[in-house]
Protein backbone atom coordinates (compact mmCIF):
# COMPACT_ATOMS: atom_id res chain seq x y z
CA UNK A 1 0.00 0.00 0.00
CA UNK A 2 1.18 3.57 -1.00
CA UNK A 3 1.92 5.76 2.11
CA UNK A 4 2.08 9.83 1.31
CA UNK A 5 3.46 11.87 3.68
CA UNK A 6 3.03 15.01 3.64
CA UNK A 7 5.55 18.57 5.55
CA UNK A 8 5.71 22.19 4.92
CA UNK A 9 2.67 23.65 6.02
CA UNK A 10 2.65 26.76 8.43
CA UNK A 11 1.43 30.15 9.29
CA UNK A 12 2.76 33.04 6.67
CA UNK A 13 1.40 36.52 6.25
CA UNK A 14 -0.76 37.42 2.84
CA UNK A 15 1.50 37.98 0.17
CA UNK A 16 4.15 35.14 1.82
CA UNK A 17 4.52 31.61 0.05
CA UNK A 18 5.10 28.25 1.14
CA UNK A 19 6.54 24.71 -0.11
CA UNK A 20 4.25 21.88 1.07
CA UNK A 21 5.97 18.21 0.25
CA UNK A 22 4.99 14.97 -0.44
CA UNK A 23 6.96 11.97 0.34
CA UNK A 24 5.33 8.65 -1.70
CA UNK A 25 6.50 5.38 0.04
CA UNK A 26 7.36 4.20 -3.19
CA UNK A 27 8.19 4.95 -6.65
CA UNK A 28 4.62 5.23 -8.10
CA UNK A 29 5.24 8.38 -10.19
CA UNK A 30 5.50 6.70 -14.25
CA UNK A 31 1.87 5.08 -13.30
CA UNK A 32 0.46 7.23 -10.49
CA UNK A 33 -1.19 11.03 -10.97
CA UNK A 34 -0.13 12.99 -8.13
CA UNK A 35 -2.77 15.69 -6.45
CA UNK A 36 -3.09 18.25 -3.94
CA UNK A 37 -6.47 19.09 -2.76
CA UNK A 38 -7.22 21.12 0.01
CA UNK A 39 -10.14 21.48 2.77
CA UNK A 40 -11.18 24.60 4.14
CA UNK A 41 -13.70 24.57 7.30
CA UNK A 42 -17.03 24.30 6.28
CA UNK A 43 -16.50 23.07 2.83
CA UNK A 44 -15.67 20.47 0.86
CA UNK A 45 -12.33 19.29 -0.30
CA UNK A 46 -11.08 20.67 -3.83
CA UNK A 47 -8.58 20.07 -6.16
CA UNK A 48 -5.92 23.17 -6.40
CA UNK A 49 -3.10 21.25 -8.46
CA UNK A 50 -2.63 17.85 -10.08
CA UNK A 51 0.48 15.97 -12.26
CA UNK A 52 -0.52 13.38 -14.25
CA UNK A 53 2.35 10.04 -14.62
CA UNK A 54 3.31 11.62 -18.21
CA UNK A 55 4.01 15.22 -16.39
CA UNK A 56 1.28 17.24 -17.65
CA UNK A 57 -0.18 19.95 -15.01
CA UNK A 58 -3.61 21.07 -14.30
CA UNK A 59 -4.43 23.57 -11.34
CA UNK A 60 -7.86 25.18 -10.20
CA UNK A 61 -8.70 28.88 -11.86
CA UNK A 62 -8.13 30.28 -7.81
CA UNK A 63 -4.49 29.29 -8.24
CA UNK A 64 -3.60 29.63 -11.19
CA UNK A 65 -0.45 31.57 -11.49
CA UNK A 66 0.20 31.71 -8.20
CA UNK A 67 0.85 27.38 -7.16
CA UNK A 68 2.90 25.32 -8.92
CA UNK A 69 3.33 21.74 -8.52
CA UNK A 70 6.33 19.46 -9.44
CA UNK A 71 7.94 16.33 -8.67
CA UNK A 72 11.46 14.83 -8.24
CA UNK A 73 11.38 11.16 -9.38
CA UNK A 74 14.68 10.48 -7.82
CA UNK A 75 13.13 11.46 -4.09
CA UNK A 76 9.98 10.06 -4.82
CA UNK A 77 8.23 13.42 -3.37
CA UNK A 78 6.14 16.56 -4.81
CA UNK A 79 6.14 19.66 -4.00
CA UNK A 80 3.62 22.55 -4.03
CA UNK A 81 5.27 25.83 -4.02
CA UNK A 82 2.41 28.38 -3.15
CA UNK A 83 3.35 32.28 -3.72
CA UNK A 84 1.24 35.32 -3.14
CA UNK A 85 -0.63 33.45 -0.58
CA UNK A 86 -4.07 34.96 -0.02
CA UNK A 87 -6.06 34.22 3.59
CA UNK A 88 -8.58 32.70 1.64
CA UNK A 89 -5.72 29.89 0.65
CA UNK A 90 -5.85 28.47 4.34
CA UNK A 91 -7.17 25.33 4.33
CA UNK A 92 -5.51 21.85 5.09
CA UNK A 93 -3.53 20.32 1.89
CA UNK A 94 -3.83 16.48 1.46
CA UNK A 95 -1.40 15.35 -1.38
CA UNK A 96 -3.38 12.28 -3.57
CA UNK A 97 -1.92 9.75 -5.51
CA UNK A 98 -4.64 8.22 -8.16
CA UNK A 99 -4.10 5.08 -10.67
CA UNK A 100 -6.79 3.61 -12.86
CA UNK A 101 -6.50 -0.09 -12.35
CA UNK A 102 -9.05 -2.13 -15.07
CA UNK A 103 -12.37 -0.64 -13.83
CA UNK A 104 -11.17 0.69 -10.76
CA UNK A 105 -9.55 3.93 -9.44
CA UNK A 106 -7.05 3.68 -6.81
CA UNK A 107 -6.94 6.31 -4.35
CA UNK A 108 -4.21 7.09 -1.53
CA UNK A 109 -4.28 9.99 0.88
CA UNK A 110 -1.60 11.91 2.99
CA UNK A 111 -2.65 12.34 6.74
CA UNK A 112 -2.87 16.57 5.72
CA UNK A 113 -0.84 19.45 6.55
CA UNK A 114 -2.08 23.17 7.73
CA UNK A 115 -1.44 26.10 6.01
CA UNK A 116 -3.11 29.43 7.54
CA UNK A 117 -2.54 32.69 6.31
CA UNK A 118 -2.95 35.24 8.53
CA UNK A 119 -1.44 38.51 9.28
Same mark, same amino acid.
Given at each position: QVQLVESGGGLVQPGGSLRL?????? +???? /? !??? %?? !?????GKQRELVAAISSGGNTDYADSVKGRFTISRDNAKNTVYLQMNSL???? /?????? +??????? /????? !?? %?? %???? /????
Open positions: SCAASE +NIFS /T !YAM %GW !YRQAPKPED /TAVYYC +NAKKRVA /TTTLY !YW %GQ %GTQV /TVSS
